[in-house]
């Protein structure tokens, strides 16, 4: 058995430096979306990891709201946004959008609503709203972003786009990500 001397573990370890920092150049950026090119119709489509935004007044510490965004090349002008909401079995009925002052509700359309069992007493409820990108855009340019989710039951959820410091929540910068992709 040969013992390594002082030049070979140094070879080794500039090695292991190497590759670190080689895959440390190609890793992607947590908020940067996955984005795929369509084996049946060449369409790209991109999509973004669910993240938690701001809730107001939350009754338990599981009663959150996630949002993602969705795109495709077959529908460019849009971006569909998938609104969860944990430790809730409901249908969403709609979602409002409160940007900086100007109100605006879309419907969700039942179809794309769904609840799902987690474990236990544990529930999540998920529904889309398709958005015009604009849209999008006017909310992620905005000072403030409140948003409110109401259930077919007359619940609701509401809350901000921003932390109570002020700071961007996570699905404020992967919708961010998705509207650069969009433009590449």
């Not at 090119?37 to 007044?57: A, W």
């Not at 971006?79 to 409901?90: A, C, E, K, V, Y």
């Not at 992620?140 to 002020?166: C, D, I, M, N």
Request: overall charge positive.
């Amino acid at each position: 058995m040969k013992i390594l001397t002082g030049s070979g573990v140094k070879k080794i370890i500039l090695l292991g430096l190497s590759l670190l920092l080689s895959s440390q150049v190609f890793s992607k950026d947590k908020y940067e979306p996955q984005c795929k090119v369509s084996g049946f119709d060449n369409q790209t489509i991109c999509n973004t990891k669910e993240y938690g935004v701001y809730v107001y007044d939350r009754p338990t510490v599981l009663s959150s709201v996630s949002i993602s965004g969705i795109w495709t090349s077959a529908d460019p002008s849009n971006i569909g946004l998938t609104i969860s909401l944990g430790d809730i079995s409901s249908i969403i009925e709609s979602v409002s959008f409160n940007i900086d002052g100007d109100i605006d509700t879309f419907e969700i359309p039942v179809r794309t609503t769904k609840s799902t069992h987690i474990g236990g007493t544990l529930w999540r409820s998920t529904g889309m709203v398709v958005l015009p990108k604009e849209y999008v855009e006017k909310m992620l340019k905005a000072k403030e972003v409140k948003y409110r989710v109401v259930t077919v039951s007359s619940g609701y959820r509401e809350g901000s786009f921003h932390s109570k410091e002020g700071q961007e929540t996570e699905p404020v910068k992967t919708l961010k990500a998705l509207i650069s992709k969009t433009k590449e």
